[in-house]
């Protein structure tokens, strides 16, 4: 039968559930079911097991369980039942161009330029981070976007005759895109005059150029904009920098400010703010609630892969951030099981990186057979195009795994390769992983320098993440049954710019 794939998991009220990865449920455990599960998991028959949890517990109990469980594996194939096991299907050209026609193709990225007016301490363009591409003077000229737009487009036509309600996105990225707000601007008319489909536009800046003619120009297309500020000016100001280490804090809030003040109800606008272990968070919350600033999009940790960067941090930094940290979470749960409000900058610390548990996969909902396991897109739903026209999988991959041009198009032997690449190196040992459903592994995640690895120690130290997660979420539903009904619209800038 193999592993039952069960998460066991308690709340703050010391209440025990069990997570069935198959069926994406969770079930209330009296004792009997996770002991079973234990039992189970550990090489005993059901036989085996119900007769000894019957010298334990009540037999009438311990043999509603077990019905219970038999009637379970039978009807949806839970607790590890092998019959639902996703197999992974050879990534044949001919399946990654179905994947296409059906419509998963959703946005596509133009990296207007590698060049930025920034000197950011963790930023992944960098020699901070191994394996990625470093800034750069490259630009894009405006006939390297028009064909990929019109490639894009002509996608998108096919694409409306069977989907015709399809709506589509681009991205405008950088470095720092303002830096060529010419070409934006012509971009974005392109766009505008020949879009056969309803394009979202997102623009990801830092703000320090932002004047008054592009604010205007922004509410006047309708770009969604998001703007890095990472809160406080000694949070912010400790690592995004101007060239020569000097602060961009006090310009980028007025800028902010500014957009406020002139379009006081444009709700394209957000931020994106970035913290690390030497981050006061208790002073970034406090920071947004006292400013009135655009509501923030999202909120990342800077990344630990492929980079050294934590090693600066000592373990006082390490302890003082988590006990920050673990406070706010408790004023978080708080808030949510009493329909409490709460600051934008709480809400986003907690609401976002628990709702891939919240929202997790249920039973018969579809992954791709071509890649089963973890969370990763199949290569080309996002096109994301190089200054040059060649095409990457998305913005935050290396150079080493192109797949394809803005002349020939998708590359299906490269993406074909890559996905081939991707299984056997990441994902192999998937298939009997209680956390397979919620991993956030993806291509960009896991590249090297032409292949793909998981770091040291990430599988383990993130099923113990999932655990506490569902910890956290079950421990609000307890109390708050609707607490998560609104968990999307919530969410739904942050979605709309994380992919």
């Known amino acids: 039968m193999g592993k039952t794939l069960t998460v066991a998991f308690q709340t703050l009220e010391k209440n025990q559930y069990l997570y069935d990865v198959n069926t994406g449920t969770v079930i209330s455990d009296n004792g009997i079911l996770g002991g079973a599960m234990r039992l189970l998991d550990s090489g005993a028959?059901?036989?085996?097991?119900?007769?000894?949890?019957?010298?334990?517990?009540?037999?009438?109990?311990?043999?509603?369980?077990?019905?219970?469980?038999?009637?379970?594996?039978?009807?949806y194939s839970g607790?590890?039942?092998?019959?639902?096991?996703?197999?992974?299907?050879?990534?044949?050209?001919?399946?990654?161009?179905?994947?296409?026609?059906?419509?998963?193709?959703?946005?596509?990225?133009?990296?207007?330029?590698?060049?930025?007016?920034?000197?950011?301490?963790?930023?992944?363009?960098t020699e901070e981070y191994d394996f990625t591409r470093n800034r750069t003077s490259n630009r894009m000229s405006f006939e390297t976007a028009k064909k990929a737009m019109d490639q894009y487009f002509d996608y998108l036509r096919k694409l409306r005759k069977k989907i015709p309600n399809k709506k589509a996105g681009i991205t405008i990225y950088g470095g720092e895109p303002l830096l060529e707000i010419d070409l934006v601007r012509k971009i974005v008319a392109y766009c505008r005059e020949n879009e056969p489909v309803p394009i979202i536009l997102n623009m990801t800046s830092n703000g320090y150029l932002l004047t008054d003619e592009i604010m205007d120009f922004v509410v006047e297309n309708e770009i969604h904009l998001a703007v890095s500020l990472d809160g406080s000016m000694k949070n912010h100001d400790r690592n995004r920098v101007l060239t020569g280490e000097q602060g961009s804090h006090e310009r980028v809030v007025k800028n902010l400010m500014r957009f406020q003040e002139k379009y006081p109800d444009y709700g394209n606008i957000g931020i994106i703010s970035v913290y690390d272990t030497k981050t006061d968070l208790v002073e970034n919350e406090r920071f947004f609630m006292e400013n009135k600033l655009p509501r923030i999009f999202f909120i990342n940790e800077v990344s630990a892969t492929n980079t050294n960067y934590y090693d600066r941090f000592t373990k006082d930094d390490v302890r003082n951030f988590h006990e920050v940290h673990d406070k706010l979470m408790r004023k978080y749960i708080k808030a949510k099981q009493n329909n409490e409000e709460m600051s934008d900058y709480l809400q986003m610390l907690f609401e976002a990186p628990i709702s891939l548990t919240v929202m997790r996969l249920r039973h018969l909902d579809a992954k791709s057979a071509l890649l089963p396991y973890t969370?990763?897109?199949?290569?080309?739903?996002?096109?994301?195009?190089?200054?040059?026209?060649?095409?990457?999988?998305?913005?935050?991959?290396?150079?080493?795994?192109?797949?394809?041009?803005?002349?020939?198009?998708?590359?299906?032997?490269?993406i074909s390769g890559i996905i081939k690449q991707y299984n056997e190196s990441v994902t192999k040992e998937c298939a009997e992983c209680d956390s397979k459903n919620n991993c956030p592994l993806c291509f960009a995640y896991t590249n090297g320098n032409g292949d793909f690895h998981i770091r040291e120690g990430f599988c383990e130290n993130w099923r113990k993440l999932q655990r506490e997660k569902f910890a956290v979420v079950y421990s609000i539903l307890e109390k708050n049954p609707t607490a998560f009904d609104n968990l999307h619209n919530n969410l739904s800038s942050s979605f709309l710019f994380r992919v």
């Open 79 to 125: 607790f590890g039942n092998s019959s639902t096991e996703n197999k992974i299907t050879e990534p044949k050209k001919e399946l990654i161009q179905d994947e296409y026609d059906n419509g998963m193709t959703y946005l596509m990225v133009l990296n207007v330029t590698e060049n930025c007016n920034f000197r950011c301490k963790y930023c992944y363009l």
């Open 45 to 75: 028959s059901e036989d085996e097991a119900e007769e000894a949890l019957c010298k334990e517990y009540p037999s009438h109990l311990v043999h509603g369980v077990f019905r219970f469980i038999r009637r379970w594996r039978a009807n």
């Open 375 to 414: 969370n990763t897109c199949i290569p080309g739903m996002k096109l994301s195009i190089r200054t040059d026209g060649k095409i990457d999988i998305c913005e935050r991959i290396n150079s080493t795994f192109p797949i394809g041009d803005i002349e020939n198009g998708l590359n299906l032997d490269a």
